[in-house]
């Protein structure tokens, strides 16, 4: 009899707890097509917008494409200069970006294909369209899930450089991908809502960067 007492007091708890707990499937989010949609909203003029990290310390902005494959022909082209055929050398195995101390990046220029240093005027149009196009003010649903794209291919970046031609910050970015990296935690935030990949792309071409956008090497 004791033993089925205690047999009972081991059990019952058990079976009351079993039965108390109830397991919920995960829940599944998605993509509501326009969401993230963007639209213009004038909030920061071009003073403002100049105040903006890094832009507010670069005496110089530059874009440059770029390909970080080994071995490959490609067309370093400038403003100013006749576009002149290289190649990367096999033996450069050196990335795009090397930190070489705080606020201090070199910059492997063999395999840049094209560059091009923006204008004030050009960079007021690029921080417009970085700072002033935003996602509508509309209310997300909270399934809402952005798909995004797994994949990172960078071919284009926003090089911040300093008096004597020093990169001390930059943004890098993938036009394939939607994606984008930061050289420093400080850079002021950036909404990149759907549109806005095009409205840089467009930015891009006119200034003259094609690769990573429109055209890819041909091996």
């Excluded at 058990?14 to 108390?20: A, D, N, T």
């Excluded at 902005?61 to 370093?76: A, F, K, P, T």
């Excluded at 240093?117 to 996602?135: C, E, P």
């Amino acid at each position: 009899m004791k033993k089925l007492l205690l047999i009972t007091f081991i059990i019952l708890p058990c079976i009351v707890l079993g039965q108390g707990k109830v397991f919920k499937a995960p829940r599944v989010r998605r993509y509501y097509e326009g969401y993230n949609d963007c639209s213009y909203q004038y909030r920061f003029n071009a003073n403002e917008r100049r105040t903006f990290f890094p832009f507010s310390k670069a005496v110089n902005v530059r874009l440059i494409s770029y390909h970080q494959g080994e071995n490959v022909l490609i067309h370093i082209t400038e403003p100013g200069t006749i576009s002149a055929l290289d190649h990367i050398p096999a033996e450069d195995t050196m990335q795009v970006f090397s930190p070489m101390a705080k606020s201090n990046f070199f910059i492997n220029y063999c395999r840049v294909i094209e560059m091009r240093d923006l204008s004030k005027r050009a960079i007021d149009s690029l921080t417009d369209i970085m700072y002033n196009v935003a996602r509508k003010p509309i209310k997300q649903p909270d399934d809402y899930a952005n798909p995004g794209v797994k994949c990172y291919m960078p071919a284009n970046a926003i090089l911040f450089m300093d008096s004597k031609g020093k990169v001390t910050e930059y943004i890098e970015i993938c036009f394939h991908c939607h994606k984008y990296y930061y050289s420093s935690s400080q850079t002021h935030e950036i909404d990149y809502c759907d549109q806005k990949w095009d409205m840089l792309k467009s930015f891009f071409v006119s200034q003259g960067q094609k690769f990573g956008i429109i055209e890819q090497l041909n091996k």
